[in-house]
Every structure is written in C-alpha cells, then in structure tokens.
C-alpha cells in the first residue's frame, strides 16, 4: 500500500482524529512523524510546563500507536526539511496534518504545505482542533466578530451533528528510512529530552494524566461528579468543579466534538451542560480572534489603549507576584498553585491578573509571559484572551474601571478559606477574618507565620485608585 506521513502536532490522540481518518481511508500505510521544532513557533516557543506535559503526552500516543502496531517516530528540527527527507525516504505520497491557529504556525504550515505540493507530495490539513474554524463564524457583512454574545449565537446556529470515530485496532503502519533515522536522529519521544532533568514537574501528576486516556478519564469524572453543579462550582477555586480539560483540549488529546457531544448526552440539567459548553465557546472565541487579529498575543486589540500609561515593572515587586509573596493570600495562593501544579482555576487566575494589571499597572503581556511559561494548558489564544479581558484592553472585555478587589473575592468564592489554606499552610491556623487580611492580625501571623509578608507589596485602595486616575487620564487624551 502507499504510505503518507500523518505529521502529529497539537493533536496526540487516535479517536477522533479526522487527518488519521482520511489517510487510512484513502487506503495508506500511515508513518506517524512528531517534529520539535520550537524556533518554528515564533516569539512563543512552548514554555517549561508546556514541555513537562507534552513529553508525557507523546509518550501515551506512542504506547496506544505501539499497541496498534504502528510508532511515534520523533526528530528534533526543521519541520519542511524534517517532513521532505522523511518522505523522500520512505518514498511517501502524502502528507496530513490537524490544522493549528497561532499566527508564527499558519504561516509557517502554509510554507510547508507550498514545499510538499511543490515535491509533488499530496499535502493536505484538516480542522480536528475546534468546533468551528476561526475564518467560518462571520457577522453578516463578513466581518469578525469582536463581542463573545453575538459570535457565540451565530456559532451555535451553525453547529453540525457530532460523529464519534474510534481508530481501528491496527493501524496500518510504515517506518521512516534507516539513513533518515540516522541523519535526522530519528527516534521515540523521550530522545526529544523534553522531560526535566530535575523533576521540579512532579506536583504537576498529582492531578493530571497527560493522554488521551486520562484525557476521558478526567471526561468521566466531570460528567459524574461536577457538571450538574457547574454554573455555581465553577466558580469555588477549592471545589473541583470544573472539568479540568483544558490542558487535555489544547494538546488535542480529547475532541472537543466529543466533549460537547457526551455532556449533551449526559443526565445532567440543561442549563448546566449549557453553561459549560458556553465556556468552549470562549475557546473558539479566542481562537476566533487570534486567527483575525494575530497582533494580539502581544498588543492591545482595543488600541485606545496603547496610550495607557503601565508603570514599569518593579523587578522586586513583580518577584514578589510570581512566587507567590505579595502578601495577600488568594492571590499567594493562585501563584503557589500555579507553580506547584502547573494550574491555576480560573476564578484566581481573574485575581491575580487584576492584581498585576490593574493595582500593580504592569502590562498585562509581562503576566502572559508568566503563565505561558508556567501553566501545562498554557495556550496562545486563550491567554491572550484571558489577559486581554481582565486587563480591558481585549475584545469584549471587563472595563478597566471594574477593579476586582482580591479581599472581598476571597470572602465571597472561598468562604471558609479552603482554598487559601491549601496553598498557603503556614496561614492555616489563622481564624476567617485573619486569613484572609493577615495584615489585620499582624502580632498572631509573626508568631505562627514569621516567614509570610507583613504588608501587601500594594495599598490596595491606593492601587485602584491609581489606576482610575490612569485610566480617566487615558480617556482625556
Ligand atoms: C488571565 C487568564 C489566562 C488564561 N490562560 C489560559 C491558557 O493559557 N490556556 C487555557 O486553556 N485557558 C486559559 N484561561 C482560561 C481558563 O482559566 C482555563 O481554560 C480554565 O481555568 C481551565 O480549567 P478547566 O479545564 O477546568 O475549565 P472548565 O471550566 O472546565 O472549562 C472547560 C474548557 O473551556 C475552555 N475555557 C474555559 N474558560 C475559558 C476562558 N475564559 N477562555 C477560553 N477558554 C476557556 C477551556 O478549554 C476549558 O478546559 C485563562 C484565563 C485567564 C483569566
């Protein structure tokens, strides 16, 4: 039989994989191809956490396309002249591949999409990332959308049936040259050196199993534990009830067609199912947005703001917002989490990016940066999205005049302060009140936390303040 490379990206699962469909469907011999190509990605190359999750993810897809018969065949490199050797080698008529959004990725998969059809390969992407593609939800002039309501409607209306496909249990399989092997250094995932040699990852598997199996297993345990409750427990950063998929749906090892599809299916109250499946929809939103207004990752998309006047980052303080040590606990706590487990839930994401953009005023891409190096679900469109609309400078954003204050979010999501007292033991004993402000009980937390910060690195009125000032300012002009 003839055989196409299927050329493995953000997409490591074998059910529901539309590019591994077809290739099987025309009748090939499938060699299944993983290219590292970090300088290929622009200003983003995958952060550290990012790689901690993907060396344990290509090692699940490998095991599943072993127990199928067939390999993960992984080189570090260019991605054109990685994908034209191999090709060459193992006389290969065709490429596929799942198509990716990020502005550095289009382009550079158009060029290699010229290269192979230029070699007279048949070279051929296909959509198995998102519900709709960024350039198929339009307003009726053809225009973008910029207002999640309004796309999001649109989107809905046009949404297809769901059709689930398992991937047979032999995969029809053909291996890259041996002097490809040699001269590319072809080889299993682990040869990629992915994994961190110091194992500073290892709270990150406490909760997560990177894979398509544990991708449904996180699937399974959301449709029986969390989702009749989601619109309320979504919102309590010390429940679990979110789905925790979102590391799982950037790196493709769940279909977010099946995920809607087995909620939908689920006993679950509709509005419930609804609410979550609208979350989704933000995913598609930002991938929307990415695609139409590829500056975004970096610039403001509302440019009214780039007249705003950010301070410049104190080195100091924003140390202090990265380990976790401003001295206010929720936001301690979102910043322990994240680097402890590579997560962080979305309700405390919202309070630390306020913290930092709003009373701190440092741009909210030096915070994106952050997480982008910091988070397993660490994903382009989506953070700058997520950065965008706390800061207000993003399309249908949160106005920058609404300033979260951290304390009062503590009190009203965490009430017992389950949350804060995870992440920050050493305050644990501290009554409600005090957990919350330990400011307020400064003798009690020198005694039981003589290490935790006396005062917040900001006044938090003095910080909102400030940044209404800025923000009348910036209107003035
Ligand atoms: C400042 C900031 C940065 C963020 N950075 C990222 C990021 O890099 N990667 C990322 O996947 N999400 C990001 N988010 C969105 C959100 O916080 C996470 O998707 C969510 O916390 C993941 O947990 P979950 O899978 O349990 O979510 P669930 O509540 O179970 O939601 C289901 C899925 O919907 C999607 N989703 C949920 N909320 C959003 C949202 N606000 N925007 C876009 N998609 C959403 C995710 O794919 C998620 O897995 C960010 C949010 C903020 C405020």
Same mark, same amino acid.
């Given at each position: 039989?003839?055989?196409?490379? #299927?050329?493995?990206? *953000?997409?490591?699962?074998?059910?529901?994989?539309?590019?591994?469909?077809?290739?099987?469907?025309?009748?090939?011999?499938?060699?299944?191809?993983?290219?590292?190509?970090?300088?290929?990605?622009? &200003?983003?190359?995958?952060? &550290?956490?990012? @790689?901690?999750?993907?060396?344990?993810?290509?090692?699940?897809?490998?095991?599943?396309?072993?127990?199928?018969?067939?390999?993960?065949?992984?080189?570090?490199?260019?991605?054109?002249?990685?994908?034209?050797?191999?090709?060459?080698?193992?006389?290969? =008529?065709?490429?596929?591949?799942?198509?990716?959004?990020?502005?550095?990725?289009?382009?550079?998969?158009?060029?290699?999409?010229?290269?192979?059809?230029?070699?007279?390969?048949?070279?051929? !992407?296909? @959509?198995?990332?998102?519900?709709? %593609?960024?350039?198929?939800?339009?307003?009726?002039?053809?225009?973008?959308?910029?207002?999640?309501?309004?796309?999001?409607?649109?989107?809905?209306?046009? =949404?297809?049936?769901?059709?689930?496909?398992?991937?047979?249990?032999?995969?029809?399989?053909?291996?890259?040259?041996?002097?490809?092997?040699?001269?590319?250094?072809?080889?299993?995932?682990?040869?990629?050196?992915?994994?961190?040699?110091?194992?500073?990852?290892?709270?990150?598997?406490?909760?997560?199993?990177?894979?398509?199996?544990?991708?449904?297993?996180?699937?399974?345990?959301?449709?029986?534990?969390?989702?009749?409750?989601?619109?309320?427990?979504?919102?309590?950063?010390?429940? *679990?009830?979110? !789905?925790?998929?979102?590391?799982?749906?950037?790196?493709?090892?769940?279909?977010?067609?099946?995920?809607? !599809?087995?909620?939908?299916?689920?006993?679950?109250?509709? %509005?419930?199912?609804?609410?979550?499946?609208?979350?989704?929809?933000?995913?598609?939103?930002?991938? +929307?947005?990415?695609? +139409?207004?590829?500056?975004?990752?970096? +610039? *403001?998309?509302?440019?009214?703001?780039?007249?705003? %006047?950010?301070?410049?980052?104190? %080195?100091?303080?924003?140390?202090?917002? =990265?380990?976790?040590?401003?001295?206010?606990?929720?936001?301690?706590?979102?910043?322990?989490?994240?680097?402890? !487990?590579?997560?962080?839930? @979305?309700?405390?994401?919202?309070?630390?990016?306020?913290? #930092?953009?709003?009373?701190? =005023?440092?741009?909210?891409?030096?915070?994106?940066?952050?997480?982008?190096?910091?988070?397993?679900?660490?994903?382009?469109? @989506?953070?700058?999205?997520?950065?965008?609309?706390?800061?207000?400078?993003?399309?249908?954003?949160?106005?920058?005049?609404?300033?979260? *204050?951290?304390?009062?979010?503590?009190?009203?999501?965490?009430?017992?302060?389950?949350?804060?007292?995870?992440?920050?033991?050493?305050?644990?004993?501290?009554?409600?009140?005090?957990?919350?402000?330990?400011?307020?009980?400064?003798?009690?937390?020198?005694?039981?936390?003589?290490?935790?910060?006396?005062?917040?690195?900001?006044?938090?009125?003095?910080?909102?303040?400030?940044?209404?000032?800025?923000?009348?300012?910036?209107?003035?002009?």
């Amino acid at each position: 039989m003839p055989t196409a490379l #299927l050329w493995f990206r *953000n997409d490591l699962r074998l059910d529901d994989h539309p590019a591994l469909r077809l290739a099987l469907e025309r009748g090939f011999d499938v060699l299944c191809v993983y290219v590292h190509a970090p300088h290929e990605e622009g &200003a983003w190359a995958p952060g &550290a956490a990012s @790689n901690a999750w993907r060396a344990r993810s290509l090692d699940a897809l490998d095991a599943a396309l072993q127990a199928r018969g067939a390999r993960l065949h992984c080189v570090h490199g260019d991605s054109v002249d990685a994908l034209q050797r191999i090709a060459h080698e193992a006389d290969a =008529r065709a490429v596929f591949w799942t198509r990716r959004y990020e502005p550095a990725i289009e382009a550079r998969d158009a060029h290699v999409k010229r290269q192979l059809r230029d070699a007279g390969l048949l070279a051929q !992407s296909v @959509n198995g990332a998102l519900l709709h %593609e960024p350039w198929d939800v339009a307003t009726k002039s053809g225009d973008p959308y910029r207002v999640f309501g309004a796309y999001w409607k649109t989107a809905q209306a046009q =949404r297809r049936p769901w059709r689930a496909w398992s991937a047979p249990a032999r995969i029809p399989a053909a291996a890259p040259g041996a002097q490809a092997c040699r001269d590319l250094g072809i080889g299993a995932p682990a040869s990629l050196g992915l994994a961190p040699r110091v194992r500073w990852d290892a709270g990150f598997w406490d909760t997560s199993e990177p894979g398509e199996a544990g991708a449904l297993r996180a699937l399974r345990r959301f449709i029986d534990t969390a989702l009749a409750g989601y619109a309320e427990g979504r919102d309590a950063p010390a429940c *679990n009830g979110t !789905s925790g998929l979102s590391a799982h749906l950037h790196f493709g090892e769940i279909a977010v067609g099946r995920v809607v !599809s087995e909620v939908e299916a689920s006993a679950a109250p509709r %509005e419930q199912v609804d609410a979550f499946v609208r979350q989704l929809g933000w995913r598609e939103f930002a991938h +929307h947005l990415l695609h +139409h207004y590829p500056h975004t990752a970096e +610039h *403001n998309l509302d440019g009214r703001f780039d007249a705003f %006047e950010w301070r410049t980052s104190d %080195e100091a303080e924003l140390d202090a917002w =990265r380990r976790g040590r401003t001295g206010i606990p929720i936001i301690d706590a979102g910043m322990r989490e994240l680097w402890h !487990s590579g997560r962080m839930h @979305n309700r405390v994401r919202m309070l630390v990016a306020s913290l #930092l953009t709003k009373h701190m =005023r440092v741009h909210w891409s030096v915070g994106a940066r952050w997480f982008w190096d910091t988070l397993v679900d660490a994903d382009l469109a @989506n953070n700058a999205l997520g950065w965008q609309w706390v800061a207000g400078t993003g399309a249908d954003a949160a106005p920058y005049f609404r300033v979260f *204050n951290p304390v009062l979010q503590a009190r009203r999501f965490d009430p017992d302060g389950a949350y804060v007292r995870r992440w920050l033991p050493e305050l644990a004993p501290l009554p409600d009140k005090a957990v919350f402000e330990p400011w307020t009980a400064p003798d009690l937390v020198r005694r039981i936390a003589p290490d935790y910060p006396r005062r917040p690195i900001v006044d938090l009125a003095r910080g909102r303040d400030e940044a209404l000032a800025a923000y009348q300012a910036l209107h003035r002009t």
